[in-house]
């Protein structure tokens, strides 16, 4: 019997360029412009350096190139990022931009200043092909790929909208519209702008992309010699409520991805991030949690526990409540034969909200038995601008975390407006 084929399993359409567009061109393709013109092949660095470095956004502006040089690209093509029509900010500073491509399309994109970093998220396609229940993104189907030059237009639209200094880090999430493997080529022709040291210069460590769980990507991703970082969207313990939820996980379930995820190339100290979703009286029991800890531990991970905020024309409405988000702390964590397993706070999910991941970790002085009856480590604490408190390392249960939080200041972590992160007061990604 021939098996139905699924949208993630054909390439989504690609945007249809009329012209050369310089944006979309790596550095050496630059050149190879330039040297196409008639023009010494080092314009096409000064070009790269001019769109990047300095970001220039018209010719006329690339005052590193020479006037006869500006008039002739502006007489041949125009440069082109795309439009910001809506901002939306938040209380604690993050801000969701809606941008209008060149052919009408609308993607959107998150910055979450931090204090001393940046963290943009950033969509990869106009739609998603996944199908993820949760997700208001599944609802549209997949429209296309967006661009290599589109997703690197995100990033340089929204440092320019917010007069990003060049001295601040940046850490780019690809956990917005679509699923970054699914336009991986794309994706890594961005990463390949974004990461060279002629333009914006960003460490390839500073960049994730994150998967619902296409085993193919996370394969072809991996035989990259310099990539992004990898997350994963797990949101569920069990094959049969996944598969609910995630189509994918009906082509390759739980112990293929943890195979793939095993396999998958890390450097020294690389962590795979697992993101989890808490859905209601659904995911966020302790059974959900043993899972969960007996999944991480098969390779060197990290786990984003996000609580879920309903979108508008979604039929699940499983928000958790603190009582039960907070609840999640009792959840054991695991250390095994050099895997690192880490519970972090809530971050930028996908198509969730942005919501900040700073925290402050204090040491716990006392070495519990686990529930296993081994011994852990020192405890590390995490406590997240949520309110939760997670443990950072090597695990215990409530009773240790609990006997630890009386010790916290309740404002731990602030905005700059002086107030503690609230779920409630952030803009629903999209």
């Known amino acids: 019997m021939v098996s139905k084929a699924r949208a993630w399993d054909s ?25 196409a013109l008639g023009e010494p092949v080092f314009r096409g660095d000064q070009i790269f350096e001019g769109l990047y470095r300095h970001r220039f956004a018209s010719w006329n502006q690339c005052s590193n190139l020479p006037h006869a040089l500006r008039t002739k690209l502006e007489s041949a093509t125009e440069l082109r990022w795309p439009e910001v029509t809506e901002s939306i900010a938040s209380d604690d500073g993050s801000t969701k931009h809606v941008f209008r491509l060149t052919d009408g399309k609308l993607v959107e994109g998150v910055h979450m200043p931090y204090g001393t970093r940046t963290t943009l998220c950033l969509s990869s396609q106009v739609g998603c092909a996944m199908g993820c229940t ?8 997949i429209l296309r790929n ?31 519209m679509g699923e970054p493997l699914h336009n991986l080529d ?13 333009g914006l210069g960003l460490s390839p460590k500073r960049i994730t992309v994150s998967t619902s769980g296409l085993v193919s990507g996370i394969e072809r991703m991996g035989a990259y010699t310099k990539r992004p970082r990898l997350a994963l969207s797990l949101n569920a313990t069990t094959d049969a409520y996944r598969s609910r939820i995630m189509p994918v ?5 739980l112990s293929a991805l943890s195979e ?33 800890a007996r999944f991480a531990k098969r390779f060197p991970s990290k786990i984003n526990l996000i609580p879920f905020n309903p979108h508008e024309g979604l039929a699940l409405s499983h928000r958790p409540s603190t009582a039960s988000a907070s609840s999640a702390r009792s959840w054991p964590k695991s250390r095994s034969h050099g895997q690192r397993t880490a519970l972090t706070g809530s971050g930028c999910g996908r198509c969730l909200r942005a919501v900040d991941q700073r925290a402050e970790y204090l040491e716990h002085p006392h070495t519990p038995a686990r529930h296993d009856g081994t011994i852990a480590g020192p405890i590390f604490y995490r406590i997240s601008t949520a309110g939760f408190c997670f443990t950072k390392r090597n695990a215990s249960w409530a009773s240790a975390l609990l006997g630890s939080r009386r010790r916290v200041r309740s404002n731990i972590s602030t905005a700059s407006t002086g107030r503690p992160r609230d779920f409630r007061n952030i803009p629903a990604f999209i």
């Open 186 to 198: 794309n994706v890594m022709k961005a990463f390949r702008i974004l990461t060279d040291a002629r």
């Open 134 to 141: 949760f997700c208001a993104t599944g609802l549209m189907g």
């Open 11 to 35: 390439p989504a359409p690609e945007l249809v360029l009329s012209e050369l567009q310089p944006t979309e061109l790596e550095r050496e393709e630059l050149r190879a412009w330039m040297h």
């Open 260 to 292: 793939s995820l095993n396999q998958f190339p890390l450097e020294k100290n690389e962590r795979i991030t697992l993101e989890y979703v808490l859905l209601k009286g659904v995911t966020d029991s302790p059974e959900d949690g043993h899972r969960l």
């Open 146 to 176: 967006l661009s290599a030059g589109e997703i690197v237009g995100q990033v340089m639209t929204m440092l320019k909208a917010h007069n990003h200094s060049a001295s601040t880090p940046v850490n780019l999430v690809f956990m917005g």
């Open 249 to 253: 996980n009906r082509a390759w379930n």
